[in-house]
């Protein structure tokens, strides 16, 4: 098959993806958009150009529910499946999808509350791992059952962040509120720290190129990068420790200084296609094309004193296919941050969180939450 007749059944895809949805046409940021829906989640099929509100939960009844009330906190999909979709929410537990034309479906086995971050195995699709509040849970047959897999004594803590090595998905990674950085090799089932910071660890981003190399951000915005051993064995005792050992453990903040960061960090992205690492905060996009060396400032529409970055996505085949969002505004670049357009967003809501389909980037999920008055 020619690369042009793939490309085009993937546009199609996403066509029909998306096709049964009541559209949202949405305009240029200096005019009011077309329409605007109350809704938490949005899709898509061609880069933002318009949306869907896609919420509905399925009834025996006849009688659909919805989603549309709750508060989105993250989006993530099935490294195997990019039809499968996870929602952590605020305060309302996780849902999930496998086709979202076919709706959600909530966890029922699992506590109504915040959900922390969800991450399901490269290798195994049926087990999920969920983190909400001090307490890391697994599913091992698609969200059926869950077993909760980590707790912590201290009951204000938070598993903020979950990362599984995509090499060898037995090594899994969690950062805390406390600070900690902890490591289990079985999956789960005992965990030991490795590294602790003084402050609380937001995020834990493995490389898609090298799951040896992690990237760490704290929740004061500080960015450090180290290796682990991905070649783990369980079994083997005489070698336990260097199944936990830490490498070239590297401060990137003398770095960063000058690019007055913030303090409200939002995402740490390294592209699968060519290895670019991109860090956000609610004031800046930065660019590094050197494992975090030497960075960029991309350029933003609005100055860094008006900026307020909410969340955002650089698409997974091409990294120079930029997208943000903000509490009222969607912005895409097509080549890489040196000029943008914007669009209204198709909901008075805050958009807060961007997922991009990574078989056919066209698709695009827009998350939603509520504003505080």
């Not at 990362?163 to 079985?186: C, F, L, V, W």
């Not at 690019?259 to 991109?278: E, M, R, T």
């Amino acid at each position: 098959m020619s690369t042009k007749s793939f490309k085009l059944i993937l546009a199609l895809v996403g066509v029909v993806l998306l096709s049964s949805a009541c559209s949202i046409s949405t305009t240029s940021s200096n005019t009011s958009a077309t329409q605007t829906v109350d809704s938490s989640i949005f899709a898509s099929g061609d880069r933002g150009d318009t949306w869907r509100s896609m919420t509905a939960i399925p009834s025996p009844s006849g009688q659909p529910g919805s989603i549309s009330d709750l508060s989105v906190n993250l989006i993530n999909m099935d490294p195997e499946d990019s039809q499968a979709l996870y929602l952590a929410s605020y305060d309302k537990g996780l849902f999930y999808t496998y086709n979202i034309t076919d709706g959600w479906n909530q966890v029922k086995t699992l506590p109504s509350a915040t959900v922390n971050d969800v991450k399901v195995d490269p290798k195994a699709k049926c087990i999920i791992y969920a983190a909400i509040g001090n307490r890391v849970y697994r599913s091992s047959d698609c969200t059926r059952t869950w077993n909760q897999v980590y707790y912590d004594t201290d009951v204000t803590v938070n598993v903020n962040t979950i990362a599984i090595d995509q090499y060898n998905s037995g090594n899994i990674y969690i950062g805390t509120s406390r600070g900690e950085i902890i490591k289990s090799i079985d999956s789960g089932n005992s965990w030991r720290t490795i590294q602790r910071q003084d402050e609380g660890i937001a995020h834990l981003i493995i490389s898609p190129l090298d799951s040896r190399l992690i990237f760490v951000a704290t929740a004061k915005n500080n960015i450090f990068s180290f290796n682990s051993n991905t070649n783990t064995n369980p079994a083997d005792s005489a070698n336990l420790d260097a199944n936990f050992q830490v490498e070239n453990w590297t401060d990137l903040n003398e770095i960063l200084h000058d690019y007055n960061l913030g303090v409200s960090f939002k995402d740490i992205i390294v592209n699968p296609k060519d290895g670019s690492i991109f860090i956000a905060t609610e004031k800046v996009i930065l660019r590094s094309a050197d494992n975090g060396s030497t960075w960029t400032d991309i350029n933003l529409i609005q100055p860094d004193k008006n900026a307020v970055i909410n969340a955002v996505a650089v698409d997974p085949q091409n990294s120079n296919n930029l997208y943000y969002v903000t509490n009222t505004t969607f912005f895409r670049s097509s080549d890489g941050g040196a000029t943008w357009t914007t669009k209204k967003l198709p909901t008075k809501r805050a958009g807060r969180e961007l997922l991009i389909d990574f078989r056919n980037p066209n698709v695009i999920y827009l998350g939603t939450k509520k504003i505080q008055q």
